[in-house]
């Protein structure tokens, strides 16, 4: 087993020796990092491990390990503790904690949290600036919706009726 994984990990060091030799401008696009720290050096296009955390620029693919940070995202973010996208996310993030920018797809999770959000929010809390679609969870919060929230506590702050239990909606 020892031998196995070290081989995995000497593999992976070879394949990714040509970004060392990147200079500090220069881009990159790796297939399958696994990512110990923050870099921005490179933009992924495949699948992206975080052992403990992950942090770049740009994801298109699979994010999957325990935190994952990006600035733009397209596609699946699986993080066990948070998954945060500081921009433009669309696809699914499934984590503890999920955090984006403009969400466009899925969140699901205990928090879920942007400043705009296009599709749907599940979980324990959900809070949206402005969010269009539907909000499930037991507190589900947003200054506006165009759509639906369903809930034991339900807020959209800017509606006639800004609080409901159950069911909320409004469409501007």
């Known amino acids: 087993m020892k031998k196995a994984l070290s081989l995995l990990f000497a593999a992976y060091a070879l394949c990714s020796a040509p970004l060392l030799a990147q200079s500090e401008n220069q881009k990159t696009y790796d297939p399958a990092p696994i990512a110990f720290n923050t870099s921005t050096e490179a933009d992924v296009v495949g699948v992206r491990f975080n052992f403990p955390f992950g942090r770049c620029e ?15 995202f397209f596609g699946l973010q699986l993080n066990i503790l948070r998954n945060k996208t500081i921009d433009r996310m669309e696809g699914i993030q499934i984590g503890l904690v999920n955090l984006a920018g403009n969400l466009f797809g899925l969140q699901a999770g205990l928090w879920n949290e942007n400043l705009t959000a296009g599709g749907i929010s599940v979980g324990l809390v959900n809070v949206a600036d402005h969010h269009s679609g539907m909000q499930i969870g037991l507190i589900n919060r947003c200054e506006s919706i165009d759509g639906y929230q369903i809930g034991v506590v339900n807020v959209i702050r800017s509606s006639a009726v800004p609080f409901c239990p159950v069911i909320n909606f409004t469409f501007d």
């Open 58 to 72: 740009q994801v298109t693919g699979f994010d999957l390990g325990f935190l994952g940070n990006a600035n733009n």
